[in-house]
């Protein structure tokens, strides 16, 4: 073998290494369980105050990822009925979920947007502000699966993309006492 073809077979092989290790890193690597935490972790922000209550609920599956305040998305069902809850929480409009990785099967996000667009699905605010700019949504079926994941909202939106924040938002960076 030449020196050229061996510099040629050592950089293929370092490039399918990397591209193996980033695969891994991406769809496995950063993920964890999140321990189920009865009371904490399925909350919907009623209309009056605007404050977080818990749901029942069973079943309950989630991944978070501490590489990105966006990773979270979690799967549980419930006997509590989206008309009913609507009726005291705060819905969200237009709202489509994020895929999750293929390995967490319980959240589909396909199938829950076509739950969402058919109307057999509603939406709620679950959080706000859970990390900077990012809100919790929960989307809960008539048939009582419900589905959460974190969605950057405006001021979230704004921050990671460069714009100037404005006063509406908070500041990125709290003041230390």
């Known amino acids: 073998m030449t020196l050229g073809r061996i510099v040629i077979v050592l950089l293929l092989l370092a490039a399918l290494v990397a591209g193996a290790a980033l695969y891994y890193l ?18 919907l922000v009623s209309t009056a105050p605007e404050i977080p209550e818990p749901i ?21 069902t419930t006997g509590a009925r989206p008309e009913t809850l609507a009726r005291d929480h705060v819905t969200v409009a237009g709202a489509t979920p994020r895929n999750a990785p293929f390995w967490f099967d319980c959240f589909d996000a396909e199938y829950i947007a076509a739950q969402i667009e058919a109307g057999q699905a509603r939406v709620f605010l679950g959080g706000k502000n859970v990390h900077y700019g990012v809100d919790r949504l929960v989307a809960i079926t008539s048939d009582g699966r419900g589905f959460a994941w974190n969605e950057l909202n405006n001021c979230g939106a704004k921050a990671y993309d460069g714009t100037v924040i404005g006063e509406e938002c908070p500041p990125l960076d709290p003041p230390s006492d």
């Open 56 to 76: 029942a609920y069973d079943g309950f599956q989630a991944i978070d990822a501490d590489s990105s305040p966006i990773r979270y998305r979690a799967c549980f």
């Open 26 to 43: 991406q769809i496995y690597g950063y993920y964890y369980s999140v321990d189920p935490e009865p009371g904490r972790d399925v909350l």
